[in-house]
């Protein structure tokens, strides 16, 4: 017996892991007043009627950091507590998270220990410790092998920012540090980070390069995202000019089919709109790069802009469409075909699986597919193949799909068709085993 179905898409808002807006915990729950970035109040809205986040989409990536002085006090010894704590959050708010531990910053200092063996700060900006005169690029590399050994794979982080040297660990002054150095630090990134994605800093081709020589499957962060002008006016911006020639000057054009890409915006999204900047060129741009998330600082979405935005969101990162499911059955074997599509503007990064299920009232079973989800490239058809020897009683069954994230708080992926159970799972049709 053959049966085709073809499932019916959805245009709604999805929330999934690893994609979309990062979330804004203080938008949750019921704020009796929302401001703006700026202080002011504005009128609440939301992007849906379940929405859980007032003027902001509902997201299932959060981030979560923390500093080389807190997580390794003393030499050698790890307290990784600050940034479990942080994860723990993550968790319960059923998500996953961009994780990046920095150096230093503006504000923090390198540990006391490494204080106290190099009082002297640099002149160079942004540096706390000069690197190619201490041993800071050893010791920094050091923990992050400790740091990977601990959470590569880790079930609350979709990937981890390359945090370098300079302010933040985003890359200041870089291609200023001996090769030997600076390879050691990418060499702890890549050769740590086997199962989590990496994406680096777009900062300078030097540090880009150099990681690119370890390994291609790295995304990339920016953090600019909206400037059309806002340093120089007319004369150079972020958005016009550093993103579209360095993204190809890097050779990073490509850098999306294997590692998330992942943009921070300058300033606040309510400052583009006051200052009358083309948010419609400023999607369109970051969809033509392959963003898979956007960091808008937790801070509210203009309503003139919800539209755009809601728009902008369904085609961020991954977004899996069904389009047509073959089955056919004889005996108690199954062959299923799998149409599906993805409508994002970038593949998952992680491997969940696709699973298959077969209820009854009384008996049932379940398989995992072969397929690898992170090759399934936007704008491309994927097909699943799958013949089942389902072992089960004879009957009835419904047939069921989902993708899998293996975390129970997390749960099932969100596909754009209608009929998701409870579990997670999309209906696809009644099937007789004999």
Not at 93 to 105: I, K, W
Not at 258 to 275: Q, R, S, T
Request: hydrophobic content about 40%.
């Amino acid at each position: 017996m053959r049966i085709t179905v073809e499932p019916k898409i959805l245009d709604t808002l999805l929330c999934n892991p690893g994609i979309g807006f990062i979330a804004a915990p203080q938008l949750m729950g019921d704020p009796e007043i929302v401001r703006d970035n700026r202080g002011k109040e504005v009128e609440k809205y939301r992007f849906s009627e379940d929405a859980k986040t007032w003027n902001h989409p509902d997201s299932g990536l959060s981030y979560a950091g923390a500093p080389w002085n807190v997580l390794e006090p003393e030499e050698g010894r790890y307290d990784w507590s600050a940034l479990d704590e942080k994860l723990e959050r993550v968790r319960l708010m059923g998500c996953n998270a961009v994780v990046r531990v920095s150096p230093y910053s503006l504000t923090e200092d390198v540990p006391a220990w490494m204080r106290e063996r190099w009082p002297e700060e640099p002149e160079f900006p942004f540096w706390r410790v000069d690197p190619n005169t201490t041993d800071f690029c050893e010791c920094w590399a050091r923990f992050v092998r400790a740091f990977a050994a601990r959470y590569d794979g880790h079930p609350f982080i979709s990937s981890v920012d390359m945090a370098l040297m300079g302010a933040w660990g985003e890359g200041a002054g870089s291609e200023f540090v001996e090769e030997e150095k600076l390879d050691g630090i990418i060499r702890a990134y890549c050769e740590g980070f086997n199962k989590t994605p990496l994406q680096c800093l777009l900062h300078d081709p030097v540090s880009v390069g150099a990681i690119r020589r370890y390994r291609k499957s790295v995304g990339f962060r920016v953090d600019c995202l909206g400037d059309m002008g806002g340093f120089h006016g007319e004369e150079w911006s972020h958005m016009q000019d550093y993103y579209p020639m360095n993204i190809e000057n890097f050779h990073m054009h490509d850098a999306w089919e294997k590692g998330p890409v992942i943009f921070e915006a300058c300033w606040h999204m309510n400052d583009w709109y006051l200052a009358g900047w083309d948010i419609d060129y400023i999607i369109r741009e970051s969809l033509k790069w392959h963003i898979s998330s956007y960091n808008g600082k937790q801070t509210t979405v203009p309503e003139a802009w919800k539209d755009a935005v809601a728009a902008w969101v369904k085609k961020m990162g991954y977004r899996f469409e069904l389009r047509r499911a073959t089955v056919e059955t004889e005996g108690d074997v199954l062959n299923v075909r799998l149409l599906w599509g993805n409508t994002g503007c970038a593949p998952c990064y992680n491997a969940y699986p696709v699973v298959l299920r077969l209820r009854s009232e009384t008996s049932g079973g379940s398989w995992t597919l072969t397929d690898d989800i992170r090759a399934w490239l936007p704008d491309e058809d994927h097909l699943s193949r799958a013949e089942i020897k389902t072992g089960l009683p004879a009957g009835e069954y419904t047939l069921e799909v989902g993708i899998d994230t293996c975390v129970a708080e997390i749960g099932m992926l969100n596909l754009a068709i209608e009929g998701r159970n409870e579990d997670g799972f999309y209906p696809l049709c009644r099937v007789t085993i004999a």
